[in-house]
């Protein structure tokens, strides 16, 4: 007879989470915790804009103006541009995944050169 539960189990996608970093272009304004990596990039992108929009407002909440990055931990903390379904899964996979989402007026791709970002990520990671 059939595993109903291991059967279930096998449909079941496993809930991916990672820590987030949001900063706005004041490079001082700042959202940041745990958040789901739903199954694909689009609906990632919406619960991101919904958290921003309760955080800051509708105002600043448009996501088009922001880039989104993991943070490369075993190449010299380089921040990955997350542009397509490709490099989100590739993403979701890591076994810790922290994301930093820039303002596209912030223009640099390594941790170390945003001392906000650089803190908050060092607290973080060494956890």
Avoid: C
């Avoid at 448009?62 to 379904?85: A, C, P, T």
């Amino acid at each position: 007879m059939p595993d109903k539960k291991k059967i279930l189990n096998n449909f079941l996608f496993p809930e991916v989470t990672a820590k987030y970093f949001v900063l706005n272009k004041d490079e001082e304004t700042n959202l940041y915790g745990w958040i789901t990596l739903d199954e694909s990039f689009s609906d990632f992108l919406s619960l991101l804009r919904e958290e921003m929009e309760y955080s800051w407002g509708k105002e600043f909440s448009r996501i088009d103006d922001y880039k989104i990055y993991y943070i490369d931990i075993e190449n010299k903390y380089n921040l990955v541009e997350i542009i397509n379904e490709e490099t989100y899964r590739y993403a979701r996979k890591l076994k810790d995944i922290f994301l930093a989402i820039l303002h596209k007026k912030i223009k640099s791709n390594i941790v170390q050169n945003i001392p906000i970002l650089y803190e908050w990520f060092m607290a973080f990671s060494l956890k």
